[in-house]
């Protein structure tokens, strides 16, 4: 493997870029940078590291991560995200993995653990949150307008390494509902552009089935209160999907009345 290039998309990320980008020293042999046109200090933040910062309009998470792939100057990836930042255990995994002639079909995941309201939850169904997020760019592309996902054009191994990489992803519980509540809505419009049926006992099943999953099955009640918060934001966020499903589907009808 030998050189990794270090991708991020950024949007106004001048509070968490910094911790991402110290995290890389080491670690990285470069760093690309797509930003979407950010207002705050996120560019001079990356240029204090020597990254290669380019401003591109948005295009969507997979479309915008795929550039970053392209203009890299290495074909193995590390794709991290501005509120992401890895672990000591996590760099001395990889520094392991870069000294090894490695397959480019092989592929490496590790554990995501994300921090809500200043706390590390470990069950809700938020942990291991496994990702792969080290790959040879000539095998595989990001595809998927929300919660995007490598696809890849040939078998591959996954090999996953040890360490976390610590998700700072949510200062307050409004953070967390309010773009829960946005990626249900962006999913509740991939459904109806689908032709996915709206179908109403779904709407009342599905709230009620991920609460219990997450809360007992997946153990969020360990987590205490932020447990249920959790919890619950997820079982609304999934009714707020088939809301959005429904709310569309009666504005077609309307529109061939």
């Not at 493997?1 to 968490?16: G, H, P, Q, V």
């Not at 509120?83 to 490496?108: A, F, G, H, P, W």
Request: with cysteine; proline share 1%.
């Amino acid at each position: 493997m030998r050189k990794i290039s270090a991708t991020i998309i950024t949007l106004n990320e001048e509070d968490k870029i910094r911790r991402c980008l110290e995290s890389l020293i080491g670690i990285a042999d470069e760093i690309v940078v797509v930003d979407s046109l950010s207002t705050d200090a996120t560019k001079s933040i990356c240029e204090e590291f020597g990254v290669r910062f380019i401003e591109q309009k948005w295009l969507g998470y997979s479309e915008q991560k795929n550039l970053a792939n392209k203009l890299a100057s290495h074909d193995w990836i590390l794709s991290i995200d501005a509120d992401e930042v890895l672990s000591d255990e996590l760099k001395n995994s990889i520094l392991e993995i870069k000294e090894k002639e490695t397959d480019c079909n092989i592929v490496y995941s590790f554990n995501r653990l994300n921090n809500y309201c200043g706390k590390w939850i470990r069950h809700c169904g938020l942990y291991p949150d496994k990702k792969i997020r080290i790959w040879n760019r000539n095998i595989g592309m990001w595809e998927g307008k929300i919660h995007e996902t490598i696809k890849f054009s040939k078998e591959t191994k996954e090999v996953r390494l040890h360490g976390d990489l610590l998700h700072y992803s949510f200062n307050t519980h409004e953070d967390f509902r309010n773009q829960s509540f946005r990626f249900a809505e962006m999913k509740g419009e991939s459904y109806f552009s689908k032709g996915k049926k709206n179908a109403s006992l779904l709407k009342i099943i599905s709230p009620m089935f991920f609460f219990i999953k997450n809360y007992f099955l997946k153990l969020g009640f360990l987590d205490g209160k932020d447990g249920f918060r959790i919890c619950m934001v997820y079982a609304q966020a999934t009714k707020h999907k088939y809301d959005t499903l429904k709310r569309l589907y009666n504005c077609q009808s309307k529109q061939h009345k």
